[in-house]
């Protein structure tokens, strides 16, 4: 389903991933954790092209990318890719001046081309799913935080992508808002979405992730299953961050 073969990512002189090799099978969730300027959200947006890598394959289902340095893709080619995901960011990113289910239509009728009722009809059965249904007509500064990420998850599951990638979908909520946002990202684990999520949330990751890799400084240096991982790391590295985590979860 994806495919990561040796990518490498360079901002200047600054290389950030250093040759990342990820497999992920339909129907799974593999979540990325590691500490702040390990390349985990890099890697998240090299997925669908919001960054390109300079080295290395990516493929989602039928669609492979090779990346070179100095080769230039084809905007089919990342159109194509990018049908295939839908992202979450961390900041909603959400239109102001449209409502929510005017924000759940829009990819819909500009991307698919779909008409107007058609979207209309498509947005309001996601917006029903995200437990959102009595705000379709309100617009982002009239909803909290975790109803605004609740509608961009909306938003993403509207052009029917093959994955969802989460870019730390719950770490500019306020508390009390998190658990709402999580209960519907586990629902679509429940309901076999593939997904890639960011996140620092480790009991989250513990319940619903396949597979966990542990970022540090542009590699992966610690993967497997969430118990092998979050409960039994083998790296010094894994150690130290996932015990400084539980440190400062006390």
């Not at 593999?30 to 890598?53: A, D, F, M, Q, W």
């Not at 997904?195 to 590699?219: N, P, R, S, W, Y």
Request: proline share 4%; charged share 25%; net charge neutral.
């Amino acid at each position: 389903m994806i495919q990561i073969r040796n990518i490498h990512k360079s901002f200047g002189s600054l290389e950030v991933l250093k040759g990342v090799n990820v497999t992920l099978d339909k129907g799974k969730v593999l979540v990325i954790i590691g500490p702040s300027g390990s390349g985990k959200t890099t890697l998240l947006r090299c997925l669908n092209l919001l960054e390109v890598p300079d080295q290395g394959e990516i493929q989602v289902g039928d669609i492979a990318l090779n990346f070179a340095t100095g080769t230039k893709l084809r905007q089919e080619s990342i159109l194509a890719l990018r049908k295939r995901t839908g992202m979450v960011f961390q900041s909603y990113n959400l239109f102001p001046h449209m409502t929510a289910v005017q924000n759940v239509m829009e990819g819909q009728v500009t991307v698919q081309k779909k008409n107007k009722d058609e979207a209309r009809k498509r947005a309001l059965e996601l917006l029903k799913k995200v437990g959102l249904a009595d705000k379709a007509e309100s617009y982002p500064h009239q909803l909290s935080g975790g109803q605004q990420q609740r509608v961009g998850i909306a938003r993403a599951m509207a052009v029917e992508p093959e994955v969802l990638l989460f870019d730390e979908p719950t770490s500019a909520l306020d508390p009390e808002l998190v658990g709402e946002v999580l209960k519907v990202m586990k629902q679509l684990a429940a309901e076999g979405m593939t997904m890639v999520i960011v996140t620092h949330e480790m009991k989250f990751a513990a319940e619903v992730a396949d597979h966990v890799i542990l970022m540090d400084q542009g590699v992966i240096v610690e993967q497997g299953t969430p118990h092998e991982v979050l409960e039994h790391p083998t790296s010094p590295r894994a150690i130290q961050f996932l015990n400084r985590l539980s440190g400062e979860a006390e």
